[in-house]
């Protein structure tokens, strides 16, 4: 029996007829919500956390009189991921219906039609899910204090998974205006494993000062059963560098014909659609294999992920869309191709595999290349130990903030003091100060001093009764149109077009269905007769018509190539990369480590040297009329540009004319035409020098107030705090539009406004995402005294991987596989005669 007295007995009979008991941190969530206190929930995959999410709700819902009218809107849930909100409507359909609860759930995200979202706001459902972004809109909305007003619980899922981004400080502050505009609210956090959970606990409750945190009450599940990770080993040799992982797809394959229904994760939507379209070349079985990327047109997403609820697909190609918390318990195995390059994630991933909390999850690790196999070790050991590497807690984006203000306007007319006791609240502006919310507000009304002459950019107005207002309708639609801190790429829609009858090549615009969307650099660069993968297709291009890449399905024969994607790649984790140093380091860890591997690090070790844990080996070498410099921090690729850029500058005050640098996850190489080697050996100290901490002072600052990627980020920053609108009513503009626009006025800040809000949000930025200043700062910190210097007569076995990616053009596959091979074996036979 389930018998509870906090249950009631519609509840205990269904979980009877189930054949379930409720779980003690159900009880104990039902137990905490009931009090009208916030919980925060953290719990292994599969421990039934949706279910305790919403069991409050139901049991406070299934309490209603019978006939009593719909109190309105009673609970709602947010997701990170459209799907997954989805999801969690269509496992709440269940529950409900067996129980026979009069309760209606609805979704809310940016594929719902604009009529349903307006019925939403007239008769709001019990309970909606929808996103963070929908969620911005609907408190801007005129009507929100009415649509909230009988809010009774908030539930955020894979909170661990908002709270690392812009994305979360705007969430943060919805949640601050739900708790004005709802005092009693429950709010409840579901969370999987973190390193810190009362970072989530703070983020759950209103905060009153930054040295006395509020936190939530806490439930942790212990136990579950362990995850059946390993890695993928194949016979044929790895090489070097290249992330296609092509020689792993005929074992691949043999996996999922082994197994009932398997999630193929990749880390971008290039590898996706090249990974889709080897499996279908190898699938002599006919296998239903889908793909699911966040460009795929989302008619085309809902259809896999329906396929996949009902049991009809054997596998998904899937990118991040499908990380988080989707409920497919016949998926019994999750591939991960390439390294996970965090322990987190990749624990995130697993999780997918065996959904239920006593069932192990199942998942194999393909690493695409020999550097790889190590990432791939390393999260193995940190899975085994359960370790965690989620990111530190954030400070709230000042340009994050700027949007919020707008949006509050858009409300209602508001009050600055008690707008900012309501900001201040959000964990991650506790520490705000009035000064600096002042800045924030007076940015909105004028776009600063430099700007304030340009009547555009004042966004609202102040009144005789000191209240701020939006400046206008328009302005206000402007922000409705904009919401948001994704910044994805300017992209075109991609049409699968009617060729005119009798006249092949000939296509009509507007006719076909949309088969996504591809990114607008991208599209530039086709011609027409050009083919390209995508959504699992091959296509041929006939022409660009307005917005829109009309194209046909190409016949067989073709070579092609797949579009690129800005901003796909995720950086190897400080946590890991620690992992991977001490792996090097250690010998006596090499035998659990493929043949292949070890005799590599044994050639490094013999032709020059391993470093340890600490230290920073760098070596000198002259190949082909050149003179090159490698260094291996192994800090991730961000860092590691970020410090080519600086030791280059260097370099070139030193009077050694650097000509390049490139970089990986692990390394950078510098080439020069002066004798690096030689300089080193007369300077005892220069290396020292050149790898100074001091380098992040002066040197950052000018190379950063020059750098395209300072632009760049810059650029979203703009965009987020709106001072540039990506779209317009009727219209959208192209990427090169918001670049002309966004880099004239970083120009005239720069000039005449240097501490511009905007120009200091770019730079806390480039602190922690784009440049990763901050990680190159305690590389710097730990490498000191530590500098390892080789100087050799030809390269190395270790900077053979760096060495591959100088030069490297943007293609993808077994062709650029093929390039990659042939000068990794010219390197290597250099390296090793």
């Not at 307006?118 to 408190?139: A, H, K, W, Y």
């Not at 969430?171 to 708790?179: C, F, I, N, P, Y």
């Not at 206000?476 to 919401?483: G, S």
């Not at 043949?595 to 020059?608: A, F, H, M, N, P």
Request: proline share 6%.
């Amino acid at each position: 029996m389930s018998g509870d007295p906090l249950l009631p007995p519609i509840f205990s009979d269904w979980f009877d007829r189930r054949g379930w008991r409720p779980r003690a941190h159900q009880l104990d969530l039902l137990r905490i919500a009931g009090s009208g206190r916030s919980a925060l929930l953290v719990a292994p995959t599969g421990a039934g956390k949706t279910l305790a999410g919403f069991l409050p709700s139901l049991v406070a819902l299934a309490g209603r009189p019978k006939g009593a009218k719909a109190g309105g809107l009673h609970t709602l849930y947010v997701s990170p991921l459209k799907a997954l909100a989805v999801d969690i409507a269509r496992n709440l359909d269940a529950p409900i219906a067996e129980i026979g609860l009069p309760v209606r759930v609805e979704t809310r995200t940016g594929d719902t039609p604009a009529h349903k979202r307006t019925r939403q706001i007239d008769r709001p459902p019990d309970i909606l899910l929808t996103t963070p972004e929908q969620l911005s809109l609907l408190i801007a909305h005129r009507e929100a204090a009415a649509l909230f007003a009988e809010l009774r619980c908030v539930v955020l899922d894979e909170l661990h998974a908002l709270v690392t981004s812009k994305r979360g400080d705007l969430l943060s502050l919805a949640l601050a205006r739900l708790h004005r505009l709802s005092p009693g609210l429950t709010a409840i956090g579901l969370s999987a494993t973190v390193r810190e959970p009362d970072e989530l606990r703070k983020y759950l409750v209103p905060q009153k000062a930054p040295d006395a945190p509020s936190l939530a009450d806490l439930v942790v599940v212990q136990g579950g059963a362990k995850p059946d990770l390993r890695m993928l080993e194949i016979d044929r040799r790895l090489p070097l560098a290249g992330h296609t992982a092509y020689q792993s797809m005929p074992a691949i394959y043999d996996l999922i014909r082994a197994h009932r229904t398997v999630l193929v994760f990749v880390n971008t939507r290039l590898q996706a659609e090249y990974t889709f379209q080897e499996l279908w070349r190898l699938n002599d079985d006919v296998l239903p294999i889908a793909l699911h990327h966040g460009s795929l047109d989302a008619q085309q997403r809902r259809r896999v992920e329906a396929a996949m609820a009902a049991g009809q697909l054997r596998a998904i190609v899937c990118t991040a869309t499908l990380d988080l918390g989707i409920d497919w318990g016949d998926v019994d195995l999750v591939v991960n191709i390439g390294a996970p390059k965090g322990a987190s994630r990749i624990m995130q991933r697993i999780g997918r595999a065996n959904h239920r909390m006593d069932e192990p999850s199942k998942a194999y690790l393909v690493p695409a290349n020999r550097f790889e196999i190590l990432e791939c070790r390393a999260a193995l050991d940190a899975v085994e130990e359960a370790a965690q590497d989620t990111p530190d807690a954030r400070i709230g984006a000042p340009d994050v903030l700027a949007q919020h203000v707008l949006g509050m306007a858009c409300a209602d007319a508001f009050d600055p003091v008690a707008l900012y006791d309501e900001v201040t609240a959000a964990a991650p502006y506790v520490g705000l100060t009035w000064e600096e919310f002042e800045q924030v507000v007076d940015y909105v009304a004028t776009g600063g001093y430099a700007l304030r002459a340009y009547e555009r950019f004042a966004k609202i107005l102040r009144g005789p009764d000191g209240l701020w207002r939006v400046r206008d309708a328009r302005t206000a639609q402007q922000y409705r149109m904009n919401v948001g801190t994704i910044i994805e790429a300017t992209t075109v829609k991609v049409r699968l077009a009617r060729s005119l009858r009798g006249k092949p090549g000939t296509v009509l615009p507007k006719t076909g269905r949309v088969l996504g969307e591809i990114e607008e650099d991208f599209a530039e660069t086709l011609t027409v007769g050009d083919t390209f993968l995508f959504a699992g297709e091959v296509l041929r291009f006939e022409g660009l018509a307005e917005d829109e890449a009309l194209v046909t399905k190409a016949g067989p024969g073709t070579d092609p190539a797949i579009p690129s994607y800005a901003g796909a790649k995720f950086p190897l984790s400080t946590f890991l990369a620690a992992r991977v140093r001490a792996l090097i380091a250690d010998p006596f860890e090499w035998d659990r480590l493929p043949k292949q591997v070890s005799d590599y690090l044994l050639q490094q070790r013999r032709r020059s040297l391993l470093p340890g844990p600490r230290d920073l080996l760098v070596e000198t070498f002259p190949r082909g009329g050149r003179h090159y410099l490698t260094a291996f921090p192994f800090e991730g690729r961000l860092a590691h540009q970020t410090l080519g850029m600086l030791l280059t500058r260097r370099l070139e005050r030193a009077r050694l004319r650097p000509l390049g640098f490139a970089a990986n996850d692990y390394g950078i190489a510098i080439w020069t035409n002066r004798d690096l080697s030689e300089r080193i050996g007369f300077e005892p100290r220069f290396l020292e020098d050149l790898f100074a901490e001091d380098m992040l002072g002066d040197d950052l600052e000018a190379w950063l107030d020059e750098s395209a990627m300072m632009k760049r980020t810059f650029r979203q920053c703009a965009v987020i705090a709106g001072l540039i609108e990506r779209r317009f009513p009727g219209q959208k503009k192209t990427g090169r539009q918001v670049t002309i626009s966004t880099d004239l006025v970083y120009d005239v800040l720069r000039k005449h406004q240097p501490d511009h809000l905007l120009l200091r949000a770019a730079r806390q930025d480039a602190a922690t995402g784009l440049l990763d200043v901050r990680r190159l700062g305690m590389m710097l910190r730990r490498i000191q005294g530590r500098i390892i210097h080789k100087a050799l007569d030809r390269v190395s076995p270790l900077s053979v991987s760096v060495m591959l990616e100088i030069g490297r053009e943007r293609v993808y596959g077994e062709g650029a596989d093929e390039i990659l091979a042939e000068a990794e074996a010219q390197l290597l036979e250099e390296a090793l005669a």
